[in-house]
DNA sequence: CGGCAATCTGAACGGTGTATAGATGCAGGA
DNA sequence: TCCTGCATCTATACACCGTTCAGATTGCCG
């Protein structure tokens, strides 16, 4: 992606200018995070005019939307780096884990990708793209026996909800209201780990 | 709130601006969510001008920390309004679907109030306002005996992160892929009670 | 009743997304 | 090789936004 960004010739006409721009959104949104994303300043990055994104994108949501996909692949490809063991609930456990430290790693991405008001969700690689990401989590749950005769996918809405709303706490700093000062980044490598440990033991039966 | 709103005398000077204000701006969370808020739009509500709000509030992050505070307190009350059993178990059931149901009642005040770039966390009141809302569930926690050997802050975590996770996917309206196309309201008047009744059941030791 | 301080106005500045008319230059056919 | 069509990009304009500030207004207190 970072080499797509580079204009293949200098000029009037970019070259390359689709993939330039999304590398300067993509950009933007680690310096400054979602809410200091402009498309004003992801055409300046790119060194072009105001209204060049247009041509390619139609609007602001367009660019977003390419954004968001590849924040989705990074997430599967995170989550898919997790080390499959024989053990269901330790696998649970890292993919919990490597779901909270992407949010960490990645706020403004991590962000926009829930904002539906900001990506195009009728976009047809959409569905596809979040499904696969999450793919890892179906899979460990799908093998992990279960005590209850719940559905799959309220269990996968069951651990999702878990992980998202751990993440979405850690990300919105509200842990440090229940465990002192700690850094969220402090948070998720010294304090989660056990928290884990405790909801998904390996001798568990539950959800 | 609704009466503070009023103004106590028309004129040059409004008389109440700053109960007008942020009913006003709540009032713009209500109709166009958190996103579709503008502080010139609450100053026009109210029926002033661009630069009365600054006054008071100082910044729209002002006015809107006023709004988060509101949030926090409506909050806390809907969560207070469910009946405490003798069984911890059903009474988490019910503080989280309480807890989603708020969320989407109120989405504009529920996404305000974890921003923390446009609500002034600073503010003494704020720490003491949310930790208040959130007591429902503390005490409900502390209740219920557990096997685990998890301190309460990690159990309080656990249970915050699950609910808030639940209403996050369905406010984004994540859950209706997983659950087909059920609109996020029908998802948590049918589906969501079934699935808590099995995470959490009444028989059960976990966290 | 006079003056002070709180309150509010109105305009300005720099920022934003989007639309549009016109300039540019690449690519392919004659 | 020329030249024409079309994709691409520029420049400008418009309507918003938050914030700032000098000045107008008025409630209130001495």
Redesign the interface.
Same mark, same amino acid.
């Given at each position: 992606m970072q080499d797509d960004a580079s204009p293949a010739k200098a000029g009037y006409h970019h070259g390359n200018l689709k993939a330039a721009l999304i590398t300067a959104a993509d950009e933007i949104l680690r310096d400054k995070?979602i809410?200091g994303f402009s498309l004003r300043e992801a055409a300046r990055r790119a060194g072009v005019s105001v209204g060049a994104p247009a041509h390619h994108f139609g609007s602001a949501n367009g660019l977003l939307t390419e954004v968001a996909l590849l924040g989705y692949g990074s997430l599967g490809a995170a989550l898919n780096a997790v080390a499959i063991t024989e053990d269901p609930q330790e696998d649970l456990r890292a993919l919990a884990l490597a779901y909270v430290t992407f949010a960490l790693d990645h706020p403004g991405r991590f962000r926009l990708m829930?904002?539906? +008001?900001l990506v195009n969700?009728e976009d047809p690689r959409y %569905?596809e793209s !979040?499904?696969r990401a999450l793919s890892g989590f179906a899979a460990a749950i799908t093998r992990k026996p279960t005590s209850?005769? !719940?559905g799959p *996918?309220?269990r996968?809405?069951?651990v999702? !909800?878990?992980?998202?709303? *751990?993440a979405? $706490?850690v990300l919105? +700093?509200?842990?440090k209201? $229940?465990?002192g000062g700690a850094s969220p980044d402090a948070f998720v490598r010294q304090?989660l780990p +056990?928290?884990l440990a405790? %909801?998904w033991?390996s001798d568990?039966t +539950?959800?």
């Open positions: 995070g809410e829930f904002r539906a +008001d969700r %569905a !979040s499904t209850t005769e !719940s *996918m309220a996968i809405f069951l999702w !909800s878990l992980v998202h709303g *751990m979405n $706490l919105d +700093d509200k842990a209201y $229940l465990f304090v +056990d928290i405790r %909801a033991p568990a +539950d959800v």
